[in-house]
Structures are given as structure tokens and as C-alpha cells.
């Protein structure tokens, strides 16, 4: 299985059919960069087992909390963590966590962000 | 037990006595900084057991890394991380993983950091 | 008093009923966030007397624009600041001052938060 | 020609008339913020020739993906750059380039702000 | 007073004969930065009476901890403001404050740069 | 020519034998990072004639300067950028551009770390 597929394959196991679509759509605007994105980004950094799938979400929402993500990059990661079995525990604790490296800001505006996409999954898988 | 003995007993627990030194040392200049995170930072949020300590050390490398710490939190940490037994092949996934979220030069920067330190820990631990 | 009460006491000094209202928000989906926030951020950290409250806001708001906060933090604080005294000059210069260190995009996006959070405070005090 | 002088026609050429509109509605709530971003953010840093325009445009927006800024720095410095001549594919490419850099989450939140500036301004030109 | 002059005084009201001196050394190897920085930075921005120097400093002071300065523009500006009369207690308070809002890592850094720069402040004070 | 054979290359062109060296220093430690800088960074990315060597190295010292770099990654791309014919006045101009947008500080650190940079370039291609 080349990156490309590999790339493919992993976020389907990651965000579904939604975040297929999601990447389809940064496709359909730019080829390329979805193709580093997809190569690079998930068929590669994701290929190796020395993480499992769930300590990487843990790294990534923890990454995205202090960059300041606005909103679209934690919401797609907030729903992908639940989907692999991230429990809402843990991310309610993982922002707590953060509140003492990143500050307050930017992990209550993360509370939000994660309490829209918690009720939006609860809701499509009940 | 209150929440400043079971931040330090926290400290010890992550840091060792390395790890007391430090806290020490800033307590001696400042009471009040160290006080809060003794009681906040290691007392109150790591309290709770909703994630396990390995967890939270890599939610904390993570961020470390996206904010560009200059050195001596990530130091800290990746020492911290080796005590409580993260692997180094973990460690070094979790420094490739972040290349896609946080782009390479910080990356590459933590690369050398955890060298040096992970270079020390097995020395002192031999 | 202890800190979780002088928390709350100080969120409404600082916010008034809007900020009880915001902080109950979150605890609803976050209790233990809301408390490290209350007993922590609030009930602790404000609780010195070395520096005013006026110079914490100036302080808070400086870290805001310079985080980039994407609006949630700036107007909650700008509100905060007006309700407790820093004059609508003294806001508008604090922007003015960071276009030096933090560059103008920040600045000019804190501008036009600041403009709406005003109009609005005046709206409801006249 | 004045710094003042100087700066207006740098953002009318850079940006046009809506360059202008938004500065001037800058200038109706913060004519201190306006004159400083005129005079030394235009008039001043732009009238040196070592850099032409378009180099600096790729100069700004590599700027504001890093700083992950949330979309009105980023749509202004989008438009400019076409309005002076960088391609769809250069920006694209910039975008590309950053990801390395500055990470994918920055890269994608910037990909759809250009993927909205760019489809406007087709619109009006053609 | 041309903004040039003003600015030139400016840093040595702020900073003394180190700063003037450490201005001087950026001149030497980029004049234009260097004018930029004491006309804008300096003898614009600072120009205004909206705010105090003492405030003009805590402003300063969270942002560069905010961004995680290295350590240059922090001794600069930690020394600028015990000149100008902000208190250590003030500083350190300060300190403890940011910590709520940009996390303990960058403030704990700004404690030891602070100590170095107070400490080189009273030895060539007594 | 696969994408760690373009890699190695692309490294070769921008950063000469030092740029090598320093990839093997990498590659030791972490033979799987090193890996993915010279496959994805410089074999891929690099890649696209959309922008040249020179656009991309303003892009570049852009997005480290921004980053608040604390050197290591200046210091190789201000060196690559003289290598392939980006002049001294135009790196200046862009430490000076980056003012408005990044703010003084994280520009007057890029300032001494070109200087350092530059001379050591001068020394060795005399």
C-alpha cells in the first residue's frame, strides 16, 4: 500500500466519512496540498507504531489548544478522538491539563469548541 | 493531605530530586510563583485520575514544543517523561508526530534538547 | 473566605452577572475546569495586593492580543477593564502600544473587538 | 511627499478602495491606531526599495498563516497580493511551503480564507 | 522635537546610557531597523500621555512573556522598568499573574531572566 | 530521482555541505525525523517550480522570525539564503518589513542573529 492510499485509509479510520469529505473539499481547491496533507501528513507521521492511534490524539489536541486553533482543526480532532474511543473524561481533563502550560484563554475557549462538537457526535451516533 | 504536600510529593513523583532542586531554586526568589504551581499546577490539576501520568506527559511535551519552550521546560519534562517511563522510541514519535501540527523547526529544536537530556539520564542512571 | 468564594466574589467585581452568567456556562459542561478557573485564576492569583486591579487588566489584555485571542477572551476582558475603571483612551492606547511588540494584524483585530464590546457596554449604561 | 501621504497611497495601491474604506473605519473609532498604521506600517516600512511589492506580500502572508492569524489580516493581505500581481498559484504554493513551517492546522485555516478572498475577487473582476 | 530626537531620549529615560548603547550596536548593522525602532517604537508610540511609562512597562512586560521572548528584549525591559520605578514586587507579581493567562512554562522563564537582570540592576545600584 | 535522493540534493543547493552535516547530526539521533525532513520538507515540498529558491527563502525566514526562532533554524536559513543569492540588503529589508507585522522584538533578536550569520558567511567565502 502506497502513502497515498495508506494517507486515505488512515483518515477514514480517524474522521469517517466526514473527514474524507473535509479533505475532498481542500482537494478540489488545491490538489497539492491535499497530497502532502494525505502523503505526508497521515500516510506517513501515522504509519509508525511506536504511538498508538490514541496517544496521538491526545498529542495533537494538546498541540492545537496552545497554537490557538480558532476552531476548525480542534473540532475535526475533537470528533476523530471520540470516534477512536478518546472518552469525554479524558478530553475534559486534557484541557484541564493544558490550563497550566497554554493559560486559561486558550483552553476555555477550547471548552466550547469541544462541547459543540461532543453534543453534534452524541447526537449523529445515538 | 493538602494540595501543597501532594504538589510536591507530585514533583518528586515526576522530577525526582532534580526536580525539588528546581522548584527550590525559584521559590527562593519568588515564594508566591512557586507556591502556585506547587499547589495549582502539580497539586490540583494533576489530581485527578482521569488521565494516567504518562498521558499527561505527553499532552505536556506537546505543548512545550508548539509554544517553542527555549530549553529549560522541555528539559524538565523530557527527564520527567524517561522517570515515569516513557520510552525513547516514544518520545522521539511524539517530536516526529508534532512536525505535521507544529512544522519542522521546532521539531528539530526539540530533537537536540531531548539528546542532551536523554544523553544525561542514562548516564546518571547506569 | 476561602478561594473558591473569593473567586466568584472577584469574577463579579471584575464581569458582574454577564460574568457569573459565562463562568456558569462552562462549569455546567465543566465543573472541574470552572473550579481550577474560580479557585485558581480567581480566587488565588488575584488575591495579592501588590499589583491593582486596574493593573491586572492592562497586564490581561496585553497577553490577550498578544495570544492573538480569537475574541471570547478580548471581549469578556475589555468589558471587565471598562467595568472597573480603565477609560476607553486608556484601552485604546494599550492597543496602540502593542502594535510595537506584537505587530499591527493582532492589533488591528483587537481594535474592532474592543469597538464592539464597547458600543455595547454603553449601550447598556446609559 | 509625507509620511502620512506616502502611507494612503501605499494602501491604495496595495488594496485599493477597500483598502482605504477599512483603514478609514479604523481611523472613525481609533484615529491614533489609523495614523500609526499609515505612517509607519505604510508610509514608512514600504518605501524602501530593497524588496519589491510582491516579494513583500509573500513576506506578510508568510507572517500571518505562522501567526495564525483568525481571517481578516489574512483575506485584506490575500486580495492585495493578487490585486498586485502574485498568481493564484504562488499563493498556493505559499501556502504549500508554510506547511513545513508553521504546520498543516495554519496551512488549512489559511487555504479556505484565500479559497473565499480569491472567489470574491474573480468575481469583481471579471 | 523631531521624532527622531524624542525617540533617542525616550530609550534613555527608559533605559539609561545601556540602553542608548545597545540601540547604537543594532544601528551599526542595519541603520534603517534601528531608526524605525527609536522613531516609531520610541518617539511615536511612546509620545502619547493616554498612559503612564510605569503602565506603558506592565504592558510590555506581558506581552514579551506572552510571545516566550529568549531573554534580550526581557533583560531590556525587566531593567527598564525597575529604572523608571516599578517595584520588584510589582515584577514579580506581574509574573504570577501571567501565569492564569500564558501558562507557568513562559512565566517561570521570565522569573530567571528576571532574577539574572534584578540582580545585575542592585549590584551596580548600591 | 525519488524524494530523499531530491531531498539530499535540495539540502545540497540551499545549505552546502554544512546544511548535509547538520542533517546527519539529526539523522543520527533520529534516523525517522531526518527521514521525514528530507523526504516531505526538501524532497517534496521544494519540489514545485510554483515559486523559486529565493521567493521560498523569504517565505521561510518569514515564518521563523514570526515563530520567535531562538536561533539554530535562523542561523542555517539566513546562511542559505546568502548562498543562493538573496543579498544582504534584502534580508535586512525583510527583518524590517516583519516590524509592523511581528512586532520589535522577535525582529531585533532576528537582528543580531543575521549579524552573527552573516560575518561568519563573509569570513569563509573570502
Known amino acids: 500500500m502506497d502513502k497515498n492510499e495508506a494517507g486515505w485509509k488512515q483518515i ?4 469517517g466519512e466526514r473527514g474524507i ?3 475532498k473539499a481542500a482537494e478540489e481547491f488545491s490538489p497539492r496540498l ?12 501515522y504509519a509508525s507504531d511506536a504511538l498508538t492511534l490514541k496517544q496521538r490524539s491526545l498529542i495533537t489536541l494538546s498541540s492545537l489548544i496552545t497554537q490557538g486553533d480558532p476552531g476548525t482543526g480542534l473540532s475535526y480532532h475533537f470528533r476523530a478522538a471520540l470516534r477512536i474511543g478518546v472518552t469525554k473524561e479524558e478530553i475534559l481533563e486534557l484541557i484541564n491539563h493544558c490550563t ?5 484563554p486558550k483552553c ?19
Open 12 to 15: 477514514e479510520e480517524l474522521a
Open 21 to 23: 469529505q473535509s479533505m
Open 34 to 45: 491535499a497530497r502532502l496533507a494525505v502523503e505526508f501528513g497521515y500516510g506517513d507521521v
Open 100 to 104: 497550566a502550560y497554554a493559560g486559561f
Open 108 to 126: 476555555i475557549n477550547a471548552l466550547f469548541i469541544f462541547k459543540e462538537a461532543y453534543e453534534t457526535y452524541e447526537e449523529e451516533n445515538k
